[in-house]
């Protein structure tokens, strides 16, 4: 974790500064330079130990791989140890930019034999290298290079290097090891240090450690922060360490994995793999990467190296780097999926050629011949280690190809052809489509379809992307995949060969239940693998997304969903899917089968069916696994299983069981809208799943500022009796709280346990004038309600969301005698709105839901200021038995810009009646949901959104409830 360590310690100082030196670059194995040679020629090769670099160029520039993902905050200087083993004159220096500003220090000579050269650097600010330079005088240069440090003037604190102690350098534990930590103290003179900090589990467990110590300067201390820690799965450290009045603080994450079972592949198993690049590192980093991918019980790599690596030139091949990563990740029995493409410049058209831009020539389309012959001469050398090959990635965006689906489908025939031909066992994907939502970079949405339905038979399986969060995901596949396989008349199977969701914005927790809801999913209609994109983050800037989708760190820290893929893997590899099961609404769930065991996936993607699920079985035993894979045993008695579903997914797995059916819940709530300081009626439907009378104890406990009345109560209850209690609950002003704690117990038997029951939390509408002189009811401007549809997409990661000026919003809702009245103050830095009428969800506007009481569907309302100037509304959806055309009449809209603050206000007034609304339902609550759609140009970019629902347009019951006084 050396260059994260950086960005902890070389932070501007208050206390009296020290000097301080800190590790930089090994010139190792972990290390991945590119090099050049000006005005002659040269060698840079790996020397035992750093690397030897030789030649006779006046100037040599080598370039780190992570010069360019890496600032550090102005750093005093640089010290380079090496050895001259040439005579001739020689010097060495830094070049690199301060704030954007390019610099280059000044040339420290070198002498014959060993040197320690201090580089001074006098730049302030986010420094970032771009190359370290060796300038001779062309006689010759033979230069070891050791290793280099960074120089620092520090507050004391900041002289201290803290970090997980990882020999392996992998942040993965094995149940019971012991965590240790290592502190070193990297000022030039020795330092007292307190270091408080704690660790703390994904689901909150926390272990809290402290150590105090003196160090000599260069000393490290390792000491055990957890000898045994007590759950597996994710957890992150904390801490602070003080010294000298000052103090600094970092973090980490790290995860705890058991072992996993023994696994051995057979034909039509489902297929766990990740994506990954690791033709992108370092040759040690490569290594790092299949030891985590194995450890995490990852069967396939997708990856590739480009085709104009592969054959240089027309008469040259040089399979040398795949050859390493094939063979590599072999070892680890892992199996890689490769790829055909990109285009080669030397058989790219000639009109592109000779272009400057690598993306101009690589997603050209081939010549045929040579196209035929690249095919055919790389799956010939990958046959026996390369089963799986897939032509082309993401056609059907620009960024990736710039052709038409005829142009793809003679790439298609020509490549299925060739490699029937060359190997008949061989599997063909197709090119991995991106998706088939709103993506700006699709130039035909109808590639997909044209490409399955006119060139299905050119391969053997049906790769699909689709980037997204879940719920988007799965309408994707529900609404419009699996009907455009069945329109084109496909007839192979479907791979969900590239998808996940970023957690750019510290969104890691929902990516987390991403995975384990996508991949099961995906895995229940039909698809015969996974691949997780990526194995690990591209980098560290925040608002980057391809810095963000991996299970790992970029310096190989664990993530949250690293610990979900290996749950997945540990439990559902070699499953067999069995179906898909009928809860309440809200809640989706799956049935598996795996070595004679159930295993049922399930989750409330609603969060509000209150109650548990009973499951009858023949079950020998029953736990419950959480995301991180912690087992806690369920009660089995009278045949039935009891437990709660929450918005956490889990899985219940039911021992030896050849059966798992779903009895009705022996409990299901029905909450009124719980404003602060206002009784609100909760109501309980007791059922009595067991085949015996039985009776049923409930006892609600007041806490977090939500207390029920009676707390407590009893009914028996008949085998499929059930009986309506009522409760009376309040919630205090200042609670949070969006569930009441309900202690359950059916005596007689052994079930008892604890629910978190979901209320109905409603936002509190003031009476007002109109002035909105008040706290907003709702303020968007934070990154996990933002939808990017940019970030799947590397050529659009300049569009995606950059913070609160990009897009956020203020929102005001008000009543008046008759009329519902809507009030956005919009923050955008570019408004743009081409549309108008249907289309202005394209551009610039708001996109709201109303929920009517005792009606099913919802009210879809759009609000645009076009460019012109002048509003404009639409009404795209309207509840059963009521009018869309009449209800468009009733909006009174007026917008107001700002161009100066780039502020857009948008007034929209409703006429109750005509949205079928009266005084009485906005008094007792109704639901109300609002996204904000962002389009700074030529594209929606995304939107920001007050809750999931109306993009999907579905999960009306999530939607925000309001109450108005």
Known sequence: MRFLALLFCLLPAVCPAVPAEFPWLGFDRYELYNNSFYSGKGTAEPAEPGMRVRGNARNIILRERKFSLVFHRSPAGAAIRCTLHSAGKAGIRLLGTADGAAFKTEVVPLVPGDNLCRIALDRKGAVKFEGIELVSDGSGVDLTLHNAALLAETAPAGAFEVGLDLPARLALFSPGDPVRVRVTNRADRPLPFVLEGKLTAFYGTSLPFRREQTL??????????????????????DWTIRSGGDSQGGKAGFAVLPELPPYRPRKGDFAFGVCSHPNRWAAGEQELEAQAAARLGVRYLRSGVDWSQIQPTAE?????????????????GIEVQGMFGFCARWAAPEETRNAPSYHAWSRAKPELEAWKRYVETTARHFRGRIRIWEIWNEPDLYAFSHFGVEDYLDLAKAASETIRRTDPELVIFTGGFAGLGSHPGRRDPDFQFKAMRDGWKFFDVHAYHGHANYATYARQIDERLLPLREKAGVQIPWYANETAVSAIGGTEREQAAALFKKLLFSWSRGAVGYNWYDLRNDGYAPNDPEHHFGLLTTDFQAKPVLSVYHMLARYFRGAKYIGELELPEGCDGFVFENGGDRLLAVWNEANRAGGIIAVSTDAAGAERIDMMGNATPLTLSD???LTGITAEPMVIRLVKAARSELREPPFTFTAGAAVPEQPFRLA??????????????????????????????AVTLAPGERKTLEFTGLTRRGSKAGAVRLD??????????????????????PAGDGKYRRKPDFVLDRPEQVVSFCEGDPSLRDLVWQGKDDLSAAIFLRREPGVLELYTAVSDDVHVQKEQGTGIWKGDGIQFALVVPGRSGAWKIGLARLDNGRPDSFVWESPSGLDAKAAAKAITLTTHRDEAGRRTAYRARLKLD????????????????????????????????????????????????????
């Open 316 to 332: 040259r091949f040089d399979f040398d780097r795949f050859d390493r990563i094939v063979d590599l990740f072999g070892r680890y």
């Open 216 to 237: 000599a300067p260069g000393e490290s201390a390792v000491f055990d922060v957890a000898e045994k820690l007590p759950l597996n799965g994710h957890w992150t450290i």
């Open 684 to 713: 309980a439907t007791v059922a009595n799943p067991l085949a015996r009378r039985a009776e049923f104890k409930l006892r609600f406990v007041p806490e977090n500022g939500v207390a029920v009345t009676p707390g407590e109560a």
């Open 639 to 641: 045949g039935a299983v």
């Open 744 to 765: 359950y117990e059916i005596p007689g038997t052994s079930f008892s346990g604890t629910l978190a029951v979901p209320l109905r939390p409603a936002a509190r509408i």
């Open 914 to 965: 005509a949205f079928g609304l009266d005084d009485r339902m906005l008094t007792e609550g109704i639901r109300f949901n609002l996204l904000i759609n962002d389009n700074d140009g030529n594209l929606r970019e995304g939107f920001i959104q007050l809750a999931p629902g109306v993009s999907e347009w579905k999960n009306f019951e999530r939607f925000p409830l309001v109450v108005f006084d």
